[in-house]
């Protein structure tokens, strides 16, 4: 993959913390900040899906007024052929 070169300007004590953390990790600087930002992307991630789990949830009664009798007729020959391997 390549590499972008990223300046970041930070106070003394962001900087000093990271450079520890870093050390402590056994990793460089860079690889650590490159860390954060992936396991903060993947935060946001799963921020979404529970905020879609807990929408979902919370309006169920609504959907499965509205959508329930058709999903009931299609999701059950579904679940039967997956479960017998088939569709």
Known sequence: ???????????E????????RALARGMSV????????????GEAGR???E?????MKQY???FAEEFGKEREGRGE????AAR????
Not at 30 to 41: F, G, S
Not at 77 to 80: A, F, I, N
Request: glycine share 8%.
């Open 77 to 80: 020959g579904r679940g039967d």
């Open 13 to 20: 004590g962001t900087a000093r913390a990271a450079r520890e």
């Open 51 to 55: 905020a879609a789990a807990d929408f």
């Open 60 to 62: 169920e009664s609504v």
């Open 47 to 49: 921020a979404f899906v």
């Open 30 to 41: 860079n690889r650590y900040i490159e860390e954060l930002v992936r396991q903060d992307a």
């Open 84 to 87: 017998e391997g088939r569709r």
């Open 1 to 11: 993959m390549a590499k972008t070169q990223l300046n970041v300007r930070v106070d």
